[in-house]
């Protein structure tokens, strides 16, 4: 999954992850509260957008982000260790 491919990163070592749900009816939030609780050492956040849409949970993430980069990811996106 994408978390587990950030969780496994060489290049970077301080990170913050944000996941921005805009209404999905899946076990989002529960699969990103287990990731939460075995890495407890990451910081990752959950946040949910006021509406639907990919634009609204981007922004709704960035919002959140205190990092000097920002990076967005899909869901179904993969990235390789040394991203």
Known sequence: TLLGDI??????????????D???????KQK????KDNHPNST???TTATKKGVSI?????????????LVFLDADSRIAPDF
């Open 44 to 46: 990752i956040h959950f």
């Open 22 to 28: 805009s209404g999905s009816s899946d076990t989002t």
């Open 57 to 69: 949970a981007r922004n709704t993430g960035a919002t959140l982000a205190t990092g000097e980069y």
């Open 7 to 20: 969780l496994k990163s060489t290049i970077v070592t301080t990170y913050e992850i944000i996941v921005a």
């Open 32 to 35: 990103v509260t287990e990731v």
